[in-house]
């Protein structure tokens, strides 16, 4: 079974510019999350769908970060303008419905964002 | 809104050795599940074990088996005969109700485990 894949697997920026990251979740998973893991702490969600709509996005910077899951599949998850203090390690991971056995949640390889 | 605490942020065990990581966690909620999380370098982030609140009986997993006391809201890790495979960043993660009948979790700051040969 393929796992969750991200790209690209590192990126360098000037601030002010602006970047996107994209994610493929596992086949059937209905629940996709993107997480930001800045150095020496531990992952912090940024918002989660279930299919194209969001279900929490209340730690989302919206001036600045957007995200995006059209047709329930792939999300895309874009920053502009870029901050330094954006530069992070951005994880997505997908599961599927529910509470019961097998509904964890799968992590992709993240993204590593260097802001200049 | 729920807190998990990891106190130890760097730990070390001699390769065949045993350690223990602490988690402790703060909720109301009385139905829930942890997780322990293992980070490579690779940045992948892996399951390790998963606790159900309501199962009194720990769980375990090969050499990895958790100690949970709901009462003291605690849920430590234990690593039996180490291996240097298993040096990464363990997170403690806390499960909860987020909506539309999925589920979101919140993770600990994390304990970096180095194995000694």
């Known amino acids: 079974e393929a796992g969750v894949a991200q790209s690209p697997r590192y990126k360098i920026i000037e601030k002010r510019q602006s970047v996107a990251f994209w994610c493929n979740p596992i086949?059937?998973?209905?629940?996709l999350y993107w997480y930001q893991q800045i150095l020496g702490q531990g992952p912090k969600l940024l918002i989660q769908?279930?299919?194209?709509?969001?279900?929490?996005d209340s730690q989302l910077p919206k001036d600045r970060f957007s995200a995006e899951r059209l047709k329930g599949v792939d999300s895309t998850l874009k920053i502009q303008p870029a901050k330094l203090e954006d530069s992070a390690v951005y994880l997505c991971?997908?599961?599927?419905?529910?509470?019961?056995?097998?509904?964890?949640?799968?992590f992709g390889q993240g993204t590593r964002l260097t802001v200049v | 809104a729920q807190t998990v605490t990891q106190s130890q942020p760097e730990m070390s065990v001699q390769e065949a050795e045993t350690v223990t990581l602490s988690c402790t966690y703060d909720?109301?909620?009385?139905?829930?599940?942890l997780f322990w999380y293992k980070q490579p370098p690779s940045r992948q982030m892996i399951l390790v074990i998963r606790?159900?609140?309501?199962?009194?009986q720990n769980a375990t997993e090969n050499r990895f088996s958790v100690n949970f006391q709901k009462a003291a809201k605690s849920f430590s890790l234990k690593i039996s005969d180490s291996q240097l495979g298993d040096a990464a960043m363990y997170f403690c993660?806390?499960?909860?109700?987020?909506?539309?009948?999925?589920?979101?979790?919140?993770f600990g700051k994390g304990t970096k485990l180095s194995v000694i040969p």
């Open positions: 991971a997908s599961s599927l419905k529910g509470q019961g056995l097998n509904t964890e949640a799968f």
């Open positions: 086949s059937g998973h209905a629940t």
């Open positions: 769908f279930q299919n194209n709509g969001v279900v929490d």
């Open positions: 909720t109301s909620e009385s139905d829930y599940y």
């Open positions: 606790q159900e609140a309501y199962k009194q």
């Open positions: 993660a806390y499960r909860s109700y987020s909506g539309a009948g999925s589920y979101q979790l919140t």
